[in-house]
């Protein structure tokens, strides 16, 4: 029986992310299929000899949904043989490709996405979804269907994805140990300050010394008093560091059917709340209007925790008088290592363009030279174990936003460490019930942390009513 999305039921798993590509794949580079022959015929992996699965387009329509621009732009720009015809449609080959883009606010992509996969079956042939995106945070929703396709009956083996990160593959691996997608990109995470400040307060800009001054929890909380009294905030929120304490607990969220709060997320809490108390930090929200205010040097903010993304799109670098436009943000690991986002692709069940789909995985996640153009030409950090190692020793490749630095090898050195075996379908919600639960905490509205753990378990009742106590 076909294992239905229940939307809204099964959250998302807290994955994050930068980095992307895989490496060692068997995919021409040069052209892109025009026939169900060139897309995908039986082959023979040089690795260990696995047989990959004949694969074919019968399909003259590739319908591609998805939240933004960004997986259109990677096309564009890099998969051979693509011709753009406008803003929603494109060509490749004699197949016509259709952009379907909907904006994640207040879960528009997912409920649209979620009704149309449901209707899969009875779509007319170019009516169905044939390849979709999804994100970290909620991939377990729809990698545990049957909804999306193992990336073994496209065709794709393991000798194709063996140079791609680990946990990018984990994300999108569904409880059968089964791999249901692949990402261009890895987002492992680190710490960006503002090097004016650091030369100000700590003395040095220099990465190392820097590290040395936030290279446990304990340190970053003194150097956050150092920085308070200079006038600084040591990060604009305690949201800021939720990710970090978060990636690196030692159990799941939910344990034998019950709410189980690891030790480490009881840690951002002590150590948040006694920040925010000091007024070393405070409790914005994340995307918040003062939240940014830290990307502009009166915002008085020393650091923001995030992956490559977040400081080369999202932290206004394009802005006249930013900290970014300025090349004034440095980069160093940071307390803890941890990953933020990532888009996933993913093959829809019922497609009739498995062969396309199959060579836009393998050219666009496994191509170590189209790895590269996306580096340097997106500042993007790949699913490309040597295509990555490769440019973090490319002493041409510098950071403008990161006055010149090149932080790939320290992308690199994180990703390796990456622990995702207490992923659950719970994570989203979980997180986003206990920061908000917190955050009533750390301003006061609510008298201890346990009256505000109470109010996190009873709200995560209502919202997954089989976890309710």
């Known amino acids: ?108 992509y997912q409920n649209n996405l979620d009704s149309k996969l449901q209707a899969q079956e009875s779509a007319a042939a170019d009516d169905k979804i044939d390849m979709f995106l999804i994100e970290a945070d909620y991939a377990l929703k729809y990698v545990d269907t049957d909804y999306t396709m193992p990336i073994a009956d496209l065709g794709i083996t393991d000798a194709d994805i063996a140079n791609q990160y680990k946990y990018t593959q984990d994300v999108v691996t569904d409880s059968n140990g089964v791999l249901k997608g692949l990402s261009w990109q890895g987002c492992p995470g680190v710490m960006f300050y503002n090097r004016d400040v650091a030369t100000e307060v700590l003395g040095s800009d220099d990465p190392a010394e820097v590290q040395k001054a936030v290279a446990d929890w304990d340190t970053f909380n003194e150097t956050a008093t150092k920085l308070k009294d200079a006038g600084y905030s040591i990060v604009s929120s305690v949201n800021d560091t939720y990710r970090v304490y978060s990636n690196n607990v030692t159990s799941p969220w939910v344990v034998d059917g019950k709410i189980n709060i690891d030790d480490n997320i009881m840690k951002w809490v002590d150590d948040s709340k006694a ?56 980069a160093t690991e940071g307390p803890q290592g941890f990953f ?87 994570d989203q919600g979980c997180n986003e019930e206990f920061q908000s639960a917190m955050k009533q905490y750390f301003d006061g509205n609510v008298a201890t942390k346990e009256e505000a753990v109470e109010n996190f378990k009873k709200a995560i009742g209502e919202k997954y009513p089989e976890l309710a106590e």
Request: overall charge negative; aromatic content about 10%; proline content about 3%.
């Open 1 to 108: 029986m076909k294992k239905k999305l229940v939307s809204g039921l099964l959250a998302a798993t807290m994955v994050a992310s930068l980095l992307f590509g895989c490496g060692g794949g068997d995919a021409d580079t040069t052209e892109a299929p025009t026939t169900a022959a060139e897309a995908g015929g039986e082959e023979t992996s040089e690795e260990g000899g696995e047989e990959a699965v004949a694969v074919e387009d019968t399909g003259k329509v590739l319908n591609i949904y998805c939240w933004n621009e960004e997986f259109k732009t990677r096309v564009t720009d890099h998969y051979p043989g693509y011709e753009e015809v406008d803003a929603t449609t494109g060509k490749i080959g004699d197949i016509t490709v259709n952009w379907n883009i909907t904006p994640s606010d207040d879960n528009a």
């Open 275 to 330: 920040l925010v108390d000091a007024g070393a930090t405070k409790t914005h929200e994340l995307w918040s209007d003062d939240w940014s205010k830290g990307f502009f040097p009166e915002g008085k903010v020393f650091a923001y925790f995030g992956p490559a993304w977040l400081v080369n799109f999202s932290m206004a670098a394009d802005q006249e008088g930013s900290i970014g436009n300025q090349g004034k943000w440095g």
């Open 340 to 426: 933020w986002g990532g888009t996933w692709i993913c093959a829809a069940t019922g497609t009739d363009n498995a062969g396309t789909i199959r060579d836009i995985m393998l050219k666009l996640t496994c191509d170590e030279d189209i790895m590269k153009e996306i580096v340097v030409a997106d500042d993007d950090f790949v699913n490309n174990k040597p295509a990555m190692e490769a440019m973090a020793q490319d002493t041409s490749y510098k950071s403008d936003i990161l006055g010149g630095q090149n932080p790939l090898q320290m992308y690199c050195n994180g990703v390796e460490g990456l622990d995702l075996s207490n992923l659950s379908a719970y």
